[in-house]
């Protein structure tokens, strides 16, 4: 079965600290990686997608994210963490097969950055 | 702001009512999505619209009804709906079916059933 795993529901950074949001997905062919963030009482925004090419994409908000292949991750990624980043992140896969644009969502990671 | 709309942003109803939910996109896309999203559970894509057609019904119930008159415009509508229905509804768009863009996302409504 096609799915996203986001192995942690929360994860904890002091500001000004690196932070690391985990996803693995499992898939058939080549996916297409999407990551998202929702703020309370808003809808999803889109931060960066991996359709091809470099393995390291850079998104909005001074967010990056590495394609693994080989470990099937999309790790979503900040150098310096501002409590404004504070909110539930999700990582999305688009599969290789199928007609149109259907996306496999995880449950989600909610990050804390404490002052 | 993401470009899509929705109203009504809260909504509470009764198992018996019937009320609808509204979604616009001022992207010029031709693709357009109501997904639910539930506490604790991944986002569940309940219907797809590409060019007016649809596309996707993801095993949804009969009590949800959806409608896209134009490529600009998705309804959802409600009929004698559960507790369980109550959740945050999400409406999205994309460029085109393609699978290589985007989504973006509607603020939602806040759906509560009593």
């Known amino acids: 079965a096609q799915s996203v795993a986001q192995p942690e529901d929360q994860v904890n950074v002091a500001e000004g600290n690196p932070l690391t949001v985990k996803c693995t997905y499992s898939?058939?062919?080549?996916?297409?990686l999407f990551w998202y963030v929702q703020y309370p009482n808003r809808g999803l925004q889109f931060l960066l997608k991996y359709i091809t090419g470099d393995n390291l994409v850079k998104g909005s908000y001074g967010f990056e994210a590495e394609f693994n292949k080989s470990q099937t991750s999309f790790h979503l990624k900040k150098p310096s963490a501002l409590v404004s980043d504070s909110a539930l992140y999700f990582c999305?896969?688009?599969?290789?097969?199928?007609?149109?644009?259907?996306?496999?969502f995880g449950a989600g990671t909610r990050l804390a950055v404490h002052p | 702001e993401t470009g899509v709309t929705q109203t009504p942003r809260h909504l509470v109803m009764g198992m018996t009512n019937k009320k609808s939910l509204k979604c616009e996109q001022h992207?010029?896309?031709?693709?357009m999505y109501w997904y639910k999203q539930s506490a604790k559970k991944p986002l569940e894509l309940m219907f797809v619209?590409?060019?007016?057609?649809?596309?996707e019904n993801n095993s949804v119930p009969s009590r949800f009804s959806p409608e896209c008159p134009n490529s600009s415009h998705l309804f959802l509508h409600l009929h004698t709906l559960q507790p369980e229905d109550s959740a945050l509804y999400l409406c999205?768009?994309?460029?085109?079916?393609?699978?290589?863009?985007?989504?973006?996302f509607g603020p939602g409504t806040r759906l509560t059933v009593t």
């Open positions: 999205a768009s994309s460029r085109n079916r393609d699978r290589s863009y985007e989504q973006y």
């Open positions: 898939v058939s062919g080549n996916p297409y």
């Open positions: 619209y590409s060019l007016e057609e649809r596309v």
């Open positions: 999305a896969v688009r599969p290789d097969s199928g007609g149109y644009n259907k996306l496999i």
């Open positions: 992207l010029g896309h031709n693709a």
